[in-house]
């Protein structure tokens, strides 16, 4: 299953960010999305997922194939880490949480209101959302945001041991994560600003 | 989508949920009405079909800003929308749950605020019955006015304001059926009439929620 995407286009709020990005991802590689601030990598990344359309260019087998974690993790504060993650499992169709409480060490927190999680444990239960999924295609926003290092180690081999079922993954984040992926730098296709048509020359 | 309906119901119960925020509305506005009106029973029972119906109504419209705004907070309903369910059947679910913690229990309080109201005693019969049928059009409205606001910052008020004249067909054969029913007269117009809004509304408005929704989550 590979993800393409041919000269894309992406707006935020009416604004062109991003354009002529083109780009494939094969299935069992990473793809690290770098780029300043604003650039768009989250618009890109909305995009992808199917949350807003894009203002040119064609994405293809992106259609049902791709688990999207955004800023915010999706968590009720009043169901705990284990009900959490059984609804997700469940709208995915997937039956088995126990790998996923593994991946993330989660076992401890089980029958914790997700509302007394510290934000690194919360962030850590939004990862695990990922592997009940089933979904091929990973799409992660900042995924290590407020993580330690040892639950960054996690999340690398939570995405490693994805990558070497077959799957892929597309990943926004400004560390190093000691995933040999191909850094996609997006600052190169920022949009130019649209040159003024109505400018009027024989008024001079 | 099961598991998304006992989700929300399990939120509902949990504290700070809302269940019974409705509830305790319809009765404070049941129980104030006779202090307000004076203690006539026989102009009690005039007004109590109209009045039972309004405090439903507005028990209804009091729940609605919380129905897609807390999904929208916390991240879960752009995570929805890129799950395999439809976002159709999200709303339509949402509605659903939102009828069984606050429409259901609101239905079946009613008879015994009736009492407060000094009903007359055909009327509670069909005062059942209106609520039974009415009230899950106010959810399927509500659902639609819940996703035209999400997103917007202290949306309650323009919600209301744009469900109220929604709500208005409802309320008017809703009522009528109740006061025909306490005042020994045929019901059968209204009440199909108000069955076919209702049946209208979940025919229909679970698409057009769904459609403003994508545009409001873009």
């Not at chain 1, 069992?28 to 650039?39: E, Q, S, T, V, W």
């Not at chain 1, 126990?98 to 927190?109: E, T």
């Not at chain 1, 959302?129 to 993580?147: C, F, K, Q, Y």
């Not at chain 2, 069955?195 to 509304?201: D, K, V």
Request: charged letters at 15%.
């Amino acid at each position: 299953m590979t993800l393409t995407v041919t000269d894309l286009a992406i707006a935020r709020g009416g604004v062109p960010v991003l354009e002529g990005l083109s780009f494939s991802l094969p299935s069992g590689k990473a793809l690290i999305l770098r780029g300043p601030n604003g650039i768009g990598k989250t618009t890109l990344l909305r995009t992808l997922a199917g949350l807003q359309p894009p203002l040119a260019g064609r994405i293809e087998g992106a259609e049902d194939q791709i688990a999207y974690a955004s800023h915010s993790d999706g968590l009720k504060p009043t169901l705990t880490v284990v009900e959490n993650l059984s609804f997700w499992a469940s709208v995915f169709g997937i039956q088995d949480i126990q790998p996923a409480l593994d991946a993330f060490a989660l076992n401890d927190l089980s029958d914790r209101h997700a509302g007394n999680l510290s934000a690194g444990q919360k962030r850590r239960l939004g990862l695990a959302r990922m592997l009940v999924t089933g979904r091929p295609i990973w799409m992660l926003d900042e995924p290590t945001v407020s993580l330690d290092k040892n639950a960054v180690r996690m999340f690398s081999d939570a995405v490693r041991a994805h990558l070497g079922q077959g799957g892929s993954a597309l990943i926004a984040t400004h560390i190093e994560l000691g995933l040999d992926g191909e850094v996609l730098d997006v600052g190169l296709n920022k949009a130019k600003p649209k040159p003024i048509d109505d400018f009027d020359g024989g008024f001079l | 989508m099961i598991a998304l309906l006992l989700r929300d119901l399990k939120l509902a119960f949990r504290a700070g949920g809302g269940f019974g925020l409705g509830l305790a509305f319809f009765l404070i506005v049941t129980v104030l009405v006779p202090f307000s009106v004076g203690p006539q029973s026989s102009l009690l029972s005039t007004i109590a079909p109209g009045v039972l119906w309004l405090g439903a109504l507005l028990a209804c419209l009091l729940s609605l800003d919380r129905l897609l705004a807390l999904d929208w907070e916390d991240g879960s309903l752009d995570l929805l929308a890129t799950a395999p369910l439809p976002l159709e059947a999200v709303v339509t679910i949402k509605a659903l749950a939102h009828w069984l913690t606050t429409g259901l229990p609101l239905v079946l309080a009613a008879p015994f605020l009736g009492v407060l109201l000094n009903l007359p005693v055909p009327g509670f019969l069909w005062l059942v019955i209106s609520l039974l049928v009415g009230t899950p059009a106010m959810s399927v409205i509500g659902t639609f006015g819940a996703a035209l606001t999400v997103g917007l910052k202290r949306g309650g008020l323009l919600l209301s304001l744009l469900v109220l004249p929604l709500y208005v067909p409802t309320l008017i054969f809703g009522a009528e059926v109740a006061r025909r029913g306490a005042t020994g007269m045929e019901t059968q117009t209204p009440l199909l009439m108000l069955a076919g809004i209702t049946a209208a509304t979940i025919a229909l408005l679970p698409f057009a929620s769904a459609a403003v929704l994508r545009i409001n989550l873009r």
